[in-house]
């Protein structure tokens, strides 16, 4: 047998064979959480025909969406009829706490967008105009923020764990999206007070959450562009979460030297994101990401950690610090102190 002979019959074409109809099993989810199959199933379990009639879709191909759904870990069948698994009763059930279909709803919004990948390589521009979710476009902005919020409920209990900022009183969050991530650290650490920096038309959204969360009173939002408007100064905290992965480099480390700036002397700067290991071909999801922000940017991308260390260090800053979220998240912090 022939070297390439040999190296072909040791190679496993499993990989590939998942990769081809990945994409079943995503359009499944996304069009069940679409039609509101979970939120059918929720209460009580039912029979074909009730789904059917729930959800106004033709009993057939019903049957064929629920055994998909069966077989992906979703849904349940016996005697009594179809139930949510465990799995999709508490992710995918509207009104739950950790509810995963608002973010669900952004994927299947960007799932057109991926189809137009090639065309993003060729022109170097993203097919989705960053503007229709970041305030044009009012119910697709609506359900980006509540998708930022969804996904930054279960990161942010995470961050909370991994920061600390006992005795710290002013934090400054820059691109805060839903405000989310500055409601859970206000209440975890007593006398600390945050500023949401973002879009006017996404933190008009952020207060309606913030307020929804018991924050109002230590959480304020100021509209503006991080890219333009003065962040205000005095902060012992800043953080930048979510937000370098939209930028070049030269924009991250420009945004770096301003919340350096206002940041008082001992202050933290937090960074968190996706980030790729040195290299950037790892892990697999961040590196993927990467691509995901080239569909929805113009300047987006995915950044490695080491990079975005070495550029708080060229920043002055002191005491670096990386750390993984705890996994499943794919996500990373990297602070330092001015
Ligand atoms: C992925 S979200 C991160 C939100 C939040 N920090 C989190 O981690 O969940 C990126 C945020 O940056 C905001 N953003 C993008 N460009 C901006 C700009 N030029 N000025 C202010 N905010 C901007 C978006 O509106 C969005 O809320």
Redesign the pocket.
């Known amino acids: 047998m022939t070297e390439r002979q040999q190296t072909r019959s040791a190679l496993d074409p499993t990989p590939l064979l998942r990769l081809i109809t990945a994409y079943w099993e995503s359009r499944t989810l996304f069009t069940a959480n679409r039609i509101g199959l979970f939120e059918a199933l929720a209460k009580e379990p039912l029979s074909l025909e009730a789904v059917a009639a729930a959800l106004n879709t033709r009993p057939r191909p019903t049957r064929l969406l629920l055994k998909a759904c069966i077989g992906l870990g979703l849904v349940v069948e016996d005697a009594d009829g179809f139930r949510n698994s465990p799995l999709a009763q508490v992710f995918l059930t509207p009104g739950t706490e950790a509810y995963l279909g608002n973010a669900i709803r952004y994927s299947d919004n960007l799932y057109d967008t991926w189809g137009r990948l090639e065309q993003a390589l060729r022109e170097d521009r993203p097919p989705l105009a960053?503007e229709t979710y970041?305030g044009v476009d009012p119910e697709k902005t609506c359900q980006?923020?509540y998708g930022?919020?969804n996904?930054?409920l279960g990161?942010?209990k995470a961050l909370v764990t991994l920061v600390d900022l006992s005795g710290r009183r002013r934090l400054l969050?820059?691109?805060?999206?839903?405000g989310?991530?500055s409601a859970l650290l206000t209440a975890k650490f007593p006398g600390l007070k945050a500023q949401v920096?973002?879009?006017p038309e996404?933190v008009a959204i952020a207060k309606e959450i913030v307020a929804g969360m018991g924050a109002t009173e230590r959480v304020s939002c100021l509209p503006?562009?991080?890219?333009?408007?003065a962040f205000p100064g005095g902060n012992d905290v800043v953080?930048?979460?979510?937000?370098l992965?939209?930028e070049t480099e030269e924009t991250c480390r420009a945004l770096i030297e301003r919340a350096k700036a206002s940041l008082e002397p001992g202050g933290l700067l937090i960074l968190?994101?996706v980030f790729t290991d040195a290299g950037g071909g790892t892990p697999a999801f961040a590196a993927l990401f990467g691509l995901n922000m080239l569909l929805t940017?113009p300047n987006g991308g995915v950044h490695a950690d080491a990079d975005v260390a070495a550029w708080l260090t060229a920043a002055g800053c002191k005491d670096i610090t990386t750390r993984p979220f705890p996994p499943p998240l794919p996500h990373r912090v990297v602070w330092g102190t001015v």
């Open positions: 960053q970041l980006f923020v930022m919020h996904r930054a990161i942010g969050d820059i691109g805060g999206g839903p989310t991530y920096l973002d879009l996404v503006g562009d991080y890219l333009k408007t953080l930048i979460s979510g937000v992965h939209r968190s994101d940017a």
